[in-house]
């Protein structure tokens, strides 16, 4: 592996594979889809080829694979769960249809090695238990989301099975944290809307939340350690939003919400939400997708990386470093200057 290739390149993991991958000395392309945010993403390393396009349209791009070994796919659509509504032609079109595109253009351009960012959304069990990559998730039990990240890996497993010279496996990362979210993702969100004050309360529903800059440590490794058509998580530490919210708001210096919302009022408040995603287009915290989600999912986030510390020596560094990393760097960005945060003193 020398010359990569890494789809999202501006998203959460998409920016921090990538610097990862700049230090230790690969050369890079990364795809973007506005070469604006691209530079302002990677003011830092010139060193980086910006390559604009769109997972809707992988013909557009595909010339730029030419001369790559190896693809990190970590470009997703996923807004759905915080913009409200139904995307299914988007969420088939750029995660299905565009990871299938994207893996038949590769192959073309000679690329043999391929990491592909899937999910824990393909894996389901019971309340309570340990969940590893067997664990695999019904269609029948996943919302629009999860059923495209569930066909996706289809599409990645059915391509192995024609193409047994391409070495393709999947990494499966938690809720994702970390520096460099300028999306935000849903994880920026909250930050932002805990230090702001706009978070009204406690919401029910446990996670599995992991450090960005850990699943990008994993997808190299996966690269060059990893079995192909294996699945390895790499889903970090199981938390509930009531242990969650109060260590944001104490690493940010501001007052944490205590109140716990019941779900009657929560699902007024996604329909409104929705509601005003719609006439804003600007992202919500809580959708009705996202809320039925949480009451679907509540402690089935107990995740077993056994195979990936053995196989990748995967390793997860404290949530607390995680969390402080992630408000510093929007603190340094200036995300809260309007705002301002309260001293530690003042929160306690």
């Known amino acids: 592996m020398h010359d990569v290739f890494v789809t999202g390149a501006t998203g959460l993991l998409g920016n921090n594979l990538v610097r990862e991958l ?14 604006a945010k691209g530079q302002q993403q990677f003011a830092d390393l010139p060193e980086v080829e910006l390559v604009e396009g769109d997972m ?12 790559c070994d190896t693809v990190f796919h970590t470009a997703a659509f996923f807004r759905d769960n915080y ?6 032609q988007a969420l088939e079109q750029i995660n299905v249809s565009g990871t299938r595109r994207l893996l038949e253009q590769a192959y073309q351009a000679g690329i043999r090695r391929f990491v592909h960012t899937s999910s824990i959304a393909v894996l389901d069990g019971a309340p309570g238990t340990s969940i590893d ?19 996706a890996d289809r599409v990645v497993a059915a391509f192995l099975q024609a193409h047994p010279d391409m070495h393709a496996c999947m990494v499966l990362p938690g809720w994702m944290w970390g520096p460099g979210d ?7 969100q909250l930050v932002n809307d805990v ?31 990893g079995r192909s058509g294996e699945r390895y998580l790499a889903a970090g530490r199981h938390m509930t939003m ?59 986030t107990r995740f077993n990386h056994s ?31 309007e705002h301002g945060s309260l001293t530690e003193q003042e929160s306690q």
């Open 195 to 225: 230090v702001q004050g706009k978070l009204p309360g406690l919401i029910p529903g446990s996670f599995s939340v992991v450090d960005a800059r850990d699943v990008a440590l994993a997808q190299i490794a996966a690269a060059t350690q």
């Open 133 to 151: 990559e067997t664990c695999l998730r019904a269609e029948a039990n996943a919302d629009d989301y999860y059923r495209s990240k569930i066909l």
């Open 83 to 88: 913009k409200g509504g139904s995307h299914w």
């Open 242 to 300: 009531a242990e969650l919210v109060p260590i944001v708001s104490r690493l940010a210096g501001v007052r944490a919400p205590k109140r716990h919302l019941p779900l009657p009022l929560l699902f007024c408040l996604a329909a409104v939400q929705e509601m005003y995603a719609r006439f804003t287009g600007k992202p919500i915290l809580l959708s009705l997708a996202t809320l039925r989600l949480l009451v679907r999912e509540n402690d089935r």
């Open 182 to 188: 300028i999306g935000p993702t849903s994880a920026g």
């Open 22 to 35: 700049v230090a230790r000395g690969y050369m890079v392309k990364g795809l973007v889809r506005s070469s």
């Open 56 to 67: 809707a349209d992988v013909d557009a791009f595909a010339a730029s694979l030419h001369g």
């Open 307 to 337: 195979k990936s510390e053995q196989a990748l020596g995967l390793s997860f560094r404290a949530l607390e470093l995680t969390v402080a990393d992630t408000v510093a760097w929007y603190r340094d960005h200036g995300w809260f200057a």
